[in-house]
């Protein structure tokens, strides 16, 4: 049964997706499921999610999983001051390497796939090209980066932010939880504390699967994102200090209330995505209030507002829209109010010619693809920074992630990963 055939048109130096002569090399499904099952088994939620915050001992356990798997598929395992874990599989020449890879890390109420199939299917192609012993010219190197989801230590991307030089080793080391608890202590209790200077790794290209987490690939029934661009980024933790009063005999205007002052911003930043447009996002995703009792006015309350946009100078609108109203809140409602900024990355657009590959890698796969932009951040945002990058995407069930019920069917992480496979072997292949 011919599975699909080409034509070999003759080499041509700009051949976009010259398939190497193992044109019908296909990843084995089982073991990437199985792979992913087994990781998704590290911090295991009773909802069939995971837990694996950065640097926790899931975090930990997830990662000498990892390391093992690497090991055994013979690739060569350092780690960076950052905890950047790298399996290299040398080429027949030794030029910088083309690289995949992604995080392992969760939020608080994940899924199994959010990073992990990234990582899981990038060692599922050195697995295969081994199977066939086939040879590149170019090193692979699969990744997984620290804390890409930021959601105990912030910035997120810092493990990839770090290694792109956007954040200095020593900033990030010394970024501490909620609990005061630093990067670099925990990097030293997991053991991933590593001795390889951050970016010492030079990449020539990189590409990152990762499922889509939003809604476009299966409203379109299309499996195969060409991911082109990625939107911008700002995280604000806004710490608002009124007064504790009696619920009972504090006259309302005499309150200075935190809590009702968090509620005030939480629904201006609403506002703010209904003056903006459609694709100006923003979302509330903590509000803790002090002392959080019921008869107590909040005396304190702290919130964190997370503002994206594809287009940089209405994601400036938004956040000096945010700042003025900080400034009004804190006068009307006789309040200290501070904002902290915990992360700001400009839209990325990523490399042309690697997302045409990744089309034309799918077409010959018989797939459907378009291109499209990512919602979410990506490690492959910062890597971009260093090299030609891409990233493929493939459906989420129902758009649902960051959620245990994050779901993508079997067929549409085999295609991501076969995709994966050929673009990484047109990179790597002279
Ligand atoms: O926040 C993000 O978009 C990513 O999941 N860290
Ligand atoms: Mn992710
Ligand atoms: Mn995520």
């Not at 356990?61 to 598929?73: F, I, L, N, P």
């Not at 990073?115 to 590149?136: F, P, S």
């Not at 939003?214 to 029934?221: D, M, Q, R, S």
Request: proline share 4%; net charge negative.
């Amino acid at each position: 049964m011919i599975m699909w055939e080409k034509v070999y048109p003759g080499a041509t130096a700009e051949s976009e997706s010259s398939f190497a002569p193992m044109s019908n090399l296909q990843i084995n499904t089982s073991r990437l499921m199985s792979r992913i099952d087994a990781l998704g088994a590290i911090g295991a939620t009773p909802q069939g999610g995971v837990r694996r915050l950065a640097l926790s001992d899931d975090d930990r356990a997830a990662r000498d999983q990892v390391v093992a798997w690497m090991q055994s598929a013979g690739l060569l395992v350092e780690v960076d001051r950052i905890g950047n874990i790298f399996g290299t599989r040398p080429g027949t020449e030794e030029t910088p390497p083309v690289m995949t890879g992604s995080h392992i890390d969760s939020v608080a109420n994940g899924g199994k796939l959010d990073g992990a199939y990234g990582v899981l299917a990038g060692i599922e192609v050195i697995e295969t090209l081994n199977d066939a012993a086939v040879e590149t010219t170019r090193p692979i190197v699969v990744c997984a980066f620290t804390n890409e989801e930021g959601a105990r230590f912030q910035p997120d991307m810092m493990g990839s932010l770090v290694y792109a030089g956007g954040l200095a080793l020593e900033d990030a080391l010394s970024t501490s939880d909620g609990d005061g608890i630093s990067v670099a202590d925990e990097l030293t209790r997991i053991g991933y504390a590593g001795n390889h200077d951050v970016g010492a790794m030079r990449p020539h290209a990189f590409v990152e699967v990762h499922i889509e987490q939003g809604p476009v690939l299966e409203a379109e029934a299309i499996t195969i994102g060409a991911v082109e661009n990625l939107q911008g980024i700002s995280w604000t933790g806004v710490t608002i200090t009124g007064q504790a009063n009696h619920a009972g005999t504090t006259p309302m205007r005499l309150r200075r209330d935190a809590g009702f002052c968090a509620g005030a911003i939480t629904s201006y930043v609403r506002d703010i995505t209904q003056q903006l447009g459609a694709q100006q996002v923003g979302t509330i995703g903590v509000i803790d209030l002090e002392p959080g009792i019921v008869n107590v006015v909040p005396g304190k309350s702290y919130i964190t507002v997370d503002l994206r946009n594809t287009d940089n100078e209405q994601l400036k609108q938004a956040e000096s829209l945010l700042d003025d109203f900080l400034e009004k809140l804190a006068a009307s409602e006789g309040v200290e109010i501070t904002s902290q900024r915990l992360a700001r990355f400009d839209p990325v657009r990523f490399d042309d010619a690697i997302a045409r590959r990744i089309e034309n890698n799918a077409a010959l796969l018989g797939l459907s693809c378009r291109r499209m932009t990512s919602g979410a951040g990506h490690d492959a945002q910062m890597v971009a920074r260093l090299c030609p990058a891409a990233m493929i995407f493939v459906p989420s069930m129902g758009g649902i992630s960051h959620n245990p019920a994050e779901h993508t069917d079997s067929d549409d992480l085999n295609a991501g990963a076969n995709v994966l496979l050929h673009t990484l072997l047109d990179l790597a292949t002279a």
